[in-house]
């Protein structure tokens, strides 16, 4: 989990899933019949932090790989959202160690 927040892009990423409506927006989600909560699609996520979509894919499996974000398929589309409680696990930890 170290690892995977110690890239300023990647926490960029969790701080941008924290308020999902915020950063997101819910319209085009509802459009779809989707709820932003639930996750972000990698293409929003992509374009909020200015990066190529591999580079995005790979921070975002780098998150999903070091348990902080969960994800799933709806139809051709991955989604991506935080765990709260692994991150809150982790920050706990963090906060005890130092």
Do not use: H
């Amino acid at each position: 989990m170290y690892r995977a927040v110690a890239n300023e892009t990647r926490r960029e990423i969790l701080a941008l899933l924290k308020d999902p409506e915020r950063s997101f927006g819910r319209e085009r989600y509802a459009d779809q019949g989707l709820d932003v909560d639930a996750g972000v699609c990698v293409q929003d996520i992509q374009k909020a932090i200015g990066l190529s979509q591999s580079v995005t894919s790979t921070y975002l499996k780098n998150l999903q790989d070091a348990g902080l974000l969960r994800s799933f398929r709806a139809g051709r589309w991955t989604y991506y959202r935080r765990d709260e409680d692994a991150i809150r696990e982790f920050a706990e930890r963090v906060s005890r160690s130092l």
